[in-house]
C-alpha cells in the first residue's frame, strides 16, 4: 500500500534540493549507540537492549498525517513484534518537546523519543519522515532501511533477523531519494548552513563551559581537554558520549521541577557540537585557543580558611582493579554544639576519588560494622562531594546544627587510574557565630531491607515518607544507588491529595553521586508526603552489572545495593 492519497509534500523545489544537497553529511553516522528521554520522562538506550532482537524506529511528527498513520499502522503489529522481542521507538525530531509531552497516548503506546537536538535523526541520517528503520542494539548498525509502505516490514524484518541470527549482517537499504514523505527539515544544520562554524569563539567557549573543568591535566577524566589538537583527537569519542548522554554526566529530566543544574547540553549547544565534529572539527587559520589559556592557580580553599579541617584518613590506591565502597570513621571533638554554614572539599588525588558522602554518628554507636554506620537513626547525611565542584554552601541563613556528641563517618568510592597514589583528602567546616534563622534538615528515606532478583532489568523500590510535621523548604536532593541503580524519582503528596512529580533522574549513573539543589527553595506545606521510587537494572544489558546472576541485598558494598534519598530542607 502507497499513500499517494495523502497530503504529502513533494520535495520538488530548487530551494529543498540545494538544501538537501547542504544537508549531506560529511560523515555518515549511521551506526551508532544513542540515548533520548521519551514522552513519559523514562530514558532508552540503544545498547541497553541487547537482549532484544532488534529496534525499529520511526521517524514521524504529530503534525504530518502520513507519518502518524504509518505509525498507527505499526502498533497493530505490536503483539506480534512484542513475541519477536522487536522494540519500536517513535523518533520525533520535528515538535516541541513540551506538545511531545503533553501527547500522552502515543500511536500504539509506542515511547517516543524526543529527539529536539536532531542529533539522534543526523546520526541515523534520516532524510524523511514515514521511513523506518530497523537496528540491531547488538552491533548498533542499521540492519535496514525502508519507507512508507508499511505492508514490507514484516517480511523484511523476519529477513534482517535471519541475517542477523546466522552472523551476515544485512544492509538492506532502499534509496530513499524518491520517496514522498516529508523531508525532515534539520533546523539547527540549516541555520548553521550559510556560515562556519568558529573553533575560537564557539566550540572552545562550549567546552570550557560544559566540559573542559572536569577535564583537567591529573583530574578523574581520562583526558586533560586542554588545547585544540587533544579536542579533535578525542571528537568521535566526544560525539558518542554526548549522543548517549554520558557526558556531561548527572544529566537529568529538565522538565520536571526546577532544578539549578539539569546538566544536560542545550539542544542548540547539542547540535552545534554534533555539527562541528562532523564537519571534521574545522579551525580557521589564525583562530587563537581559548581551551589553551593557563587555568587560574586554585587556592587551597576557595571559600577562605575553614573554622575546622579534618582528614580523612589516608587511602592507598593500587594501579589497578575495582576498589570496593569504604566507610571511614573519624573521631570528632567539638567543646560546643556548632552551626555550620558549608563543608569544603579539598581532594588528595582527583584522578581517583570519585565520591564521597559524609555522615554525622551520634558517639555512643560503637558498632564498627560499615553498614550500621552510615543507617539508622543514629547517623545523618550531612554532604556529598561533587566532582567538578569544591564546595557545598547550605541554602540562605540556613545552617546545618552539628551536635558535640556526633563524630564524622565518609563513605568513599575510589576509581583506579593507572598508577599508584595515596590519597589525602579534606574536609572543612565553616561554623557561623550565632543562632541562624533556619536550620537544615535532611530526611533520609532509606530502605534496610530489599531484594533485587537476579537477571531482572526492572526492579522497582518504593517508598513514603512519614507527613511532614512542620512547612519546610525544599533546598536540594541526593539520590544513592550502586551499579545497578538504573533511575530515580521523587514526588511529593500534598495534604490536599495532589501529588507533584519533583525530580526524574532517568538515567542514574552511581559514578556520578551528584547533589541537584532547587534553583528556587520550594514550601513544601505541613502534611505532606514523600513518595520516592529507585528502579533497579540487574540484567546482563546494564553495562555497570559485574554479576547479573547475583540476587542482591542491602548493604554498603559493591556486592549489594542501597535505596537511599537524601531531601535536604530548611525549616
Ligand atoms: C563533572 C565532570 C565532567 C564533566 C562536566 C564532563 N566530563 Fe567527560 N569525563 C569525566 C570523567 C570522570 C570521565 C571518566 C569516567 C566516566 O566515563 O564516567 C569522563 C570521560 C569522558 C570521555 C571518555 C569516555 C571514554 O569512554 O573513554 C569523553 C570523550 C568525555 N568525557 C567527553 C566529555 C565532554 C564532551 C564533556 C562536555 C560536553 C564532558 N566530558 C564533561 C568527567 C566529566
Redesign the pocket.
Known amino acids: 500500500m502507497r499513500f499517494n492519497d495523502m497530503p504529502v509534500r513533494r520535495v520538488t523545489s530548487v530551494a529543498l534540493l540545494l538544501l538537501s544537497l547542504l544537508l549531506t553529511p560529511h560523515i555518515t553516522f549511521a551506526d551508532g549507540d544513542f540515548g533520548l528521554l521519551d514522552h513519559r520522562g523514562n530514558f532508552h538506550q540503544l545498547s541497553r537492549y541487547r537482549d532484544h532482537a532488534a529496534v525499529i524506529v520511526l521517524p514521524f511528527s504529530y503534525k504530518d498525517e502520513a507519518s502518524l498513520r504509518l505509525a498507527e499502522q505499526v502498533s497493530a503489529l505490536a503483539p506480534q513484534l512484542a513475541e519477536q522481542t522487536v522494540l519500536v521507538w517513535l523518533l520525533n525530531a520535528s515538535d516541541e518537546p513540551a506538545l511531545i509531552r503533553s501527547r500522552t497516548a502515543s500511536p500504539g503506546n509506542f515511547p517516543v523519543l524526543i529527539d529536539s537536538s536532531q542529533t539522534v535523526a543526523k546520526t541515523l541520517d534520516v532524510k524523511h519522515l514515514g521511513e523506518f528503520l530497523i537496528l540491531d542494539p547488538i552491533s548498533m548498525g542499521v540492519l535496514y532501511r525502508g519507507f512508507d509502505d508499511i505492508s514490507l516490514l514484516e517480511g523484511v524484518l523476519t529477513e534482517a533477523l535471519a541475517a542477523k541470527s546466522i552472523g551476515r549482517p544485512s544492509r538492506l537499504e532502499q534509496s530513499t531519494d524518491a520517496l514522498d514523505g516529508t523531508t525532515l527539515t534539520y533546523r539547527f544544520i540549516e541555520q548553521l548552513a550559510g556560515r562556519k562554524i568558529s573553533y575560537q569563539t564557539e566550540i572552545a567557549p562550549l ?1 570550557k563551559a ?2 573542559a ?3 583537567v591535566e591529573n ?5 586533560a ?1 586542554n588545547r585544540y589538537i587533544m579536542v579533535l583527537g ?1 571528537s568521535p ?2 560525539r ?3 549522543i548517549t548522554r ?5 544529566q537529568i529530566d529538565n522538565s520536571v521541577g526546577n532544578w539549578q543544574n539539569t ?1 544536560e ?1 542545550s539542544d542548540e549547544e547539542m547540535a552545534l ?1 554534533v555539527e562541528w565534529i562532523d564537519q571534521r572539527g574545522p579551525r580557521e587559520a589564525g583562530e587563537s585557543d581559548p581551551l589553551a589559556e593557563p587555568l587560574p592557580v586554585a587556592t587551597e580553599w576557595p571559600r577562605g580558611q575553614p573554622d575546622l579541617i579534618i582528614d580523612v584518613p589516608e587511602q592507598f590506591i593500587p594501579a589497578t582493579g575495582n576498589i570496593d565502597f569504604l566507610v571511614k570513621r573519624v573521631a570528632l571533638d567539638l567543646p560546643d554544639d556548632r552551626w555550620v554554614s558549608a563543608i569544603a572539599y579539598q581532594v588528595g588525588d582527583k584522578s581517583v576519588l ?1 565520591s564521597l558522602l559524609v555522615y554525622a554518628v551520634d558517639k555512643s554507636m560503637q558498632s564498627t560494622d560499615p553498614d550500621d554506620m552510615i543507617a539508622g537513626e543514629h547517623a545523618e547525611f550531612i554532604s556529598v562531594y ?3 565542584e569544591s564546595d557545598d554552601a547550605f541554602g540562605e541563613q540556613a545552617e546545618y546544627l552539628l551536635t558535640k556528641n556526633k563524630d564524622l563517618v565518609f563513605k568513599l568510592r575510589y ?1 583506579t587510574s593507572g598508577r599508584e597514589t595515596l590519597d589525602r583528602t579534606r574536609i572543612g567546616l565553616y561554623f557561623s557565630n550565632g543562632t541562624p534563622e533556619r536550620r537544615i534538615r535532611t530526611l533520609a528515606l532509606e530502605k534496610p531491607e530489599f531484594t533485587i532478583p537476579a537477571n531482572t532489568a526492572m526492579h522497582r523500590e518504593v517508598m513514603e515518607s512519614e507527613p511532614l510535621a512542620s512547612d519546610m523548604l525544599l533546598e536540594s536532593y541526593s539520590p544513592h544507588a550502586h551499579s545497578r541503580g538504573r533511575s530515580m524519582a521523587v514526588s511529593v503528596r500534598y495534604p490536599d491529595g495532589r501529588e507533584e512529580a519533583l525530580i526524574n533522574i532517568p538515567n542514574y ?1 552511581y ?2 553521586q551528584l547533589a541537584y539543589r532547587t534553583a528556587e527553595q520550594k514550601l513544601i506545606p505541613a502534611g505532606s508526603v514523600f513518595k520516592v521510587e529507585t528502579v533497579y537494572d540487574n540484567s546482563a544489558s546494564n553495562p555497570f552489572n559485574p554479576a547479573p546472576e547475583q540476587t542482591l541485598g542491602q548493604g554498603y558494598r559493591a556486592d549489594s545495593e542501597m535505596f537511599s534519598h537524601f531531601i535536604r530542607m530548611v525549616e
Open positions: 567546552l560544559r566540559c573543568y572536569c577535564h583530574g578523574l577524566a581520562p583526558w581537554m578525542w569519542m566526544m558518542e558520549v554526548v554520558r557526558m556531561p554526566p548527572g546538566h547540553l557540537l570519585h561533587v566532582p567538578g576509581l549513573n559514578n556520578w
